[in-house]
Nanobody, 124 residues
Framework: VQLQASGGGLVQDGGSLRLSCGAA????????MGWFRQAPGKEREFVAA????????YYSDSVKGRFTISRDNDKKAAYLQMNNLKPEDTAVYYC??????????????????WGEGTQVTVSS
């Protein structure tokens, strides 16, 4: 499975961006897609995920209410709508896919497939 993320860029404080992630290959056994991010000098952190098997969407506390994850199963794609962006959202964002169980849905090691990151920069 190959993941390709796009949509990053430079935006001002309070602005919006929409990230897209397309999946190619044998995706029939992929039930969850999501996003992680990593800022310079910081550890990679969970942002959001959607799981067809578990059901529902999951967000980190830092983005809840501002970011929305959605899926398009026909297009094998996931999206991350990011509103009210803040400078602390600046990071490289990674699309992920896999089959995490509920207790591990926020853990990077639970995802088998990772795309190349896309840079999001929020200026103050």
């Amino acid at each position: 499975v190959q993941l390709q993320a796009s949509g990053g860029g430079l935006v001002q404080d309070g602005g919006s961006l929409r990230l897209s992630c397309g999946a190619a290959g044998h995706t029939s056994n992929i039930y969850a897609m999501g996003w992680f991010r990593q800022a310079p000098g910081k550890e990679r952190e969970f942002v959001a995920a959607h799981s067809k098997r578990i059901g529902g969407t999951y967000y980190s506390d830092s983005v809840k209410g501002r970011f929305t994850i959605s899926r398009d199963n026909d297009k094998k794609a996931a999206y991350l709508q990011m509103n009210n962006l803040k400078p602390e959202d600046t990071a490289v964002y990674y699309c992920v896919a896999g089959n995490p169980i509920l207790s591990s849905i926020r853990l990077a090691r639970a995802y088998t497939y990772w795309g190349e990151g896309t840079q999001v920069t929020v200026s103050s």
